[in-house]
């Protein structure tokens, strides 16, 4: 039993179940314990005390975070993929590119342009001509580094 007094009233706090038998009579006597001291504080104390808990959570500042990432769509779910920051399996909706080429581009990077994917060591130039043909689709915006630890795996599995 922990036994604490704060502005005049006390307060007892019971810890968890003990052994059978003997910590049964122990724990009638805390749970009198608990009532004799739960009994001395008002209502109007209560509530007060509640009241100022309550008014400690508001008056706490709201912390500035991203909610959502702006260029969500960009991750797979428009037309347009971003090559710095989409996961493999968003280039599956445009055929050829998915998943040698996905791969290749996930594995490289970060790229300031579009144009920076036909640099990639080992594209082919079928591989380059695929590229071509979705260059359109695909954007280069700032890698965002909780998007880049995802690209190859991003738990999605069947």
Do not use: H, W
């Not at 080429?101 to 790229?111: S, T």
């Amino acid at each position: 039993v922990l036994r604490e007094e704060r502005d005049g009233v006390a307060m007892a706090f019971v810890s968890g179940a003990g052994a059978a038998g003997a910590a049964q009579k122990k724990t009638s006597a805390r749970c009198a314990a608990v009532r004799m001291s739960a009994e001395s504080v008002s209502r109007r104390e209560v509530i007060a005390g509640a009241a100022a808990a309550l008014a400690a959570i508001v008056a706490v500042p709201a912390v500035r975070a991203d909610i959502e990432y702006p260029n969500v769509g960009f991750l797979g779910g428009s037309d347009q993929i971003d090559v710095n920051n989409a996961n493999i399996r968003a280039y599956a909706k445009y055929p050829g590119m998915y998943p040698n080429i996905a791969g290749l581009i996930c594995k490289g990077g970060p790229y300031d342009s579009v144009s920076d994917l036909y640099k990639i060591p080992g594209l082919t130039d079928k591989q380059k001509e695929v590229l071509k043909k979705y260059e359109g689709n695909l954007v280069a915006l700032p890698p965002r580094p909780e998007y880049m630890i995802d690209r190859f795996n991003n738990g999605l599995y069947r």
